[in-house]
């Protein structure tokens, strides 16, 4: 069923953490809201759910009638488990109780009217991913990546399940794919580089942009000042204003097709 008001829902994965899923997904929805488009966010990463830290907020959501009022910042509506568990108290549930609360963030929360819900989704392809896909209409997934060889593993798993439930893949994004050096502006491939490139490629799935290993997007995603929140014209912005030009037009491209999910038993 579509989740009402919402005309993309679309789904950012990885095959595997630590690859920057979260950092990619709170600027992306940062960088639309900044070009004008009705965004909310979902941190369906119910055990690490690091959104409320990096947009900088620890509210309380509050109950409407038999709804929640999402958080707003940045010109975001937000959803997290990180409002409802704050601090470092760990998460300790099993598979039913997960798609329960996937269900509560997914049909009970205002999100009003909007042009994108981005949900963010939890590393691997587990419970929570297969209980999103087997309950809303998923207009596409991003897979996020780094260059390195281990990480393309896990991203190329993450993009055949999707595939194996007939959700579109919006695209794969590069993050880490270089550092510049502060000061000389030398060029480093720490984790390798190209690698999301050709693996997008070989896979037959879109190429949507290379990010930096950019110690501002890290210290700003740190303060919960996101550095989308600057204007497109700034050098550790511009990156996310293009990747969201790009995902844009790839949802564009697949609205046509439309999600048709089939899960085998």
């Known amino acids: 069923m579509p989740i009402p008001g919402v005309q993309y829902l679309v789904a ?15 600027n992306l929805a940062i960088a639309l809201a900044q070009l004008g488009r009705r965004v909310g966010l979902l941190d369906a990463d119910v055990y690490g759910p690091n959104v409320p830290l990096m947009m900088g907020t620890r509210e309380t959501p509050r109950g409407h009638a038999e709804s929640i009022r999402p958080i707003e910042k940045y010109g975001v509506k937000i959803m997290s488990m990180g409002f409802l568990n704050p601090g470092d108290k760990p998460l300790v549930w099993r598979g039913p109780m997960l798609h329960s609360v996937i269900q509560q963030f997914l049909r009970n929360v205002e999100w009003g009217e909007l042009d994108y819900l981005l949900i963010d989704l939890p590393p691997g392809t587990g419970d929570v991913a297969l209980s999103l ?8 997934a ?41 000061g000389s502006g030398e060029r480093i491939d720490v984790f ?18 290379e990010l930096a290993l ?21 050098a550790h912005a511009a990156p996310f204003f293009q990747l969201a030009k790009a995902m844009e037009e790839s949802c564009r491209k697949n609205q046509a097709l439309g999600p048709k999910v089939t899960i085998e038993d």
Do not use: C, W
């Open 12 to 26: 950012i994965g990885s095959g595997k953490g630590g690859v920057g899923k979260t950092t990619v997904s709170v």
């Open 192 to 209: 390798g580089h190209g690698g999301g490139k050709r693996t997008a490629e070989q896979m037959n799935v879109p190429f949507l942009g």
């Open 142 to 182: 991003v897979v996020v990546t780094t260059p390195s060889d281990v990480s393309l593993e896990d991203a190329r798993k993450a993009v055949n399940m999707f595939g194996q439930v007939r959700v579109p893949v919006l695209g794969l994004v590069e993050n880490m794919s270089y550092l510049v050096v502060p």
């Open 214 to 234: 950019d110690p501002d997007v890290r210290i700003s995603g740190d303060s919960g000042q996101p550095v989308a929140t600057r204007s497109n014209s700034d």
């Open 133 to 140: 896909i087997q309950t809303a209409a998923i207009s596409g």
